[in-house]
């Protein structure tokens, strides 16, 4: 099982240290599992991000590099998913939630290896049912396999629902479920009910929301221990990128959040269950979403055939000790007209137009100290493995265009000379713009 969270903070899960925000059965299956501290996703948007855990291969090497617009296609046919994976192998597959990785019918959910889908196929919606986003044919409403569909009360709950009606259809077969909620992107809604928990709470909307993702993992995984499932099933938990600006969430102690390539955008909350193979406790080791992949196929036992090699590892060994070392010595990342590498200890950041900027991240996990000219031995090693890797990789599908460039540029501007962020948004820079030139 993949539960994968929408835009939640690193810090924004109890198990990671958040006091405000009560998520008691995801800290449960926390404490029972592996908590991994140096986790990181291969993009920090939503669409990307998606694409690198469904393939287990850096999205950029298929062009999927940026979010993708209104008329994309979708992950290429010629990779093989996860889901497809999974089949291969023997699996009854499911997927919930939002899809975010292609509209068209040969990229949906039921093409792309999953024998039963509901959910979303755009990059979100509402929590509740509304005419804008329930309108059959439109990409936001709700799906049964490929049929449109309809559903009551809130959407956190209903996906919920639906999981524990597939792990009671499949309980007596191997079955693998991708569990997506759009819970906690924006829009920010929640029950009143909910709401009423969290009166006077700072982060109000945040904490109900979050209290309703919780409580749908409750309802799975009460799910699968009545059925004396869960202890032998393997769970992966984390969120598709860092916390938004715009959700109330908080990463810190990182600098940054979703869409840039500081920590706070890539390194999530991040926890493997499965007692009855892996001792609980923490994992330092240098870790990515795309080793959900490698992992997932490897336990089944089954020899599956992918289209092309996998960039993520199978990280069972090396939480049983048998594997030395780090899963990954090198971590990149690349959206348009930003790029990042990570080598051991030490991390680039390359803006164009911008420059490059260079961190010890054991020394400097908040990234205020720029190192590029103080060592330029490493600034060159890091620029040459960034470089080495982009000449692997297909040029963009798609890219964000000029006002989310300027955007980009702006932020990270800012972030590099440890400043406030100016602008996070089109109609900030509008605004921007506007106040710039009246002066």
């Known amino acids: 099982m993949v539960l994968l969270i929408d835009d939640a903070g690193y810090a924004d899960f109890g198990f990671a240290g958040c006091k405000d925000l009560k998520t008691p059965n995801i800290d ?13 996703v291969s993009a920090s948007v939503c669409g990307p991000s998606r694409a690198g855990i469904m393939t287990g291969r850096y999205q950029q090497r298929f062009g999927f590099e940026c979010n993708p617009p209104r008329d994309f296609t979708g992950v290429s046919l010629n990779e093989t998913t996860l889901g497809e994976a999974m089949k291969q192998a023997g699996y009854k597959t499911a997927a919930f939630g939002k899809w975010h990785l292609g509209d068209l019918p040969e990229y949906r959910p039921n093409a792309r290896g999953f024998d039963y889908f509901w959910g979303f196929l755009a990059g979100g919606r509402s929590y509740f049912s509304n005419d804008k986003d329930d309108t059959e044919g439109e990409t936001h409403s709700i799906r049964e396999n490929d049929t449109y569909a309809t559903f009551e009360g809130y959407l956190t709950d209903r996906l919920g629902d639906k999981a524990v009606e597939f792990i009671d259809n499949n309980k007596d077969k191997p079955f693998f479920m991708y569990w997506a909620p759009n819970a906690v992107h924006t829009p920010m809604e929640a029950t009143k009910e909910d709401l009423a928990l969290f009166k006077d709470h700072p982060r109000q909307t945040l904490a109900a929301m979050t209290w309703a993702l919780d409580r749908a993992v409750g309802s799975m995984v009460s799910k699968l221990e009545d059925e004396g499932l869960l202890d032998n099933t393997l769970i992966f938990f984390l969120s598709d990128n860092g916390g938004a600006h715009n959700n109330q969430s908080s990463n810190k102690p990182l600098k940054g959040f979703k869409g840039n390539k500081f920590e706070g955008g890539h390194r999530v909350p991040f926890f493997i269950h499965w007692p009855d193979k892996i001792a609980s406790g923490m994992y330092d080791g240098l870790t990515s979403a795309l080793d959900v992949f490698a992992t997932s196929i ?38 348009d007209k930003m790029a990042a590498v990570r080598k051991g ?29 103080q060592n330029p031995e490493q600034y060159s090693s890091l620029m040459n493995n960034l470089e080495c890797w982009e ?12 006002i989310w460039d300027t955007i980009t540029w702006m932020i990270h501007e800012d972030l590099f000379l440890n400043r406030e962020v100016r602008v996070k948004n089109p ?13």
Do not use: C, M
């Not at 200890?345 to 991240?361: F, S």
């Open 28 to 40: 449960k299956l926390a404490s029972n599992g592996v908590v991994f501290t140096d986790a990181h």
């Open 298 to 335: 490897s336990v089944t036992g089954e020899k599956v055939n992918t289209q092309s090699p996998l960039d993520g590892v199978n990280l069972i060994p090396y939480l049983k000790g048998k594997s030395k070392g780090e899963p990954h010595n090198k971590l990149f990342w690349r959206k």
């Open 391 to 402: 000449e692997e990789l297909d040029s963009p599908l798609w890219t964000e265009g000029q």
């Open 427 to 439: 109609g900030q820079l509008n605004r921007f713009i506007k106040a710039s030139s009246s002066n």
């Open 345 to 373: 200890d030490y991390k680039l950041i390359r803006v164009e137009d911008l420059g490059e900027r260079v961190y010890n991240l054991k020394a400097d996990l908040q990234e205020n100290n720029d190192l590029s000219s």
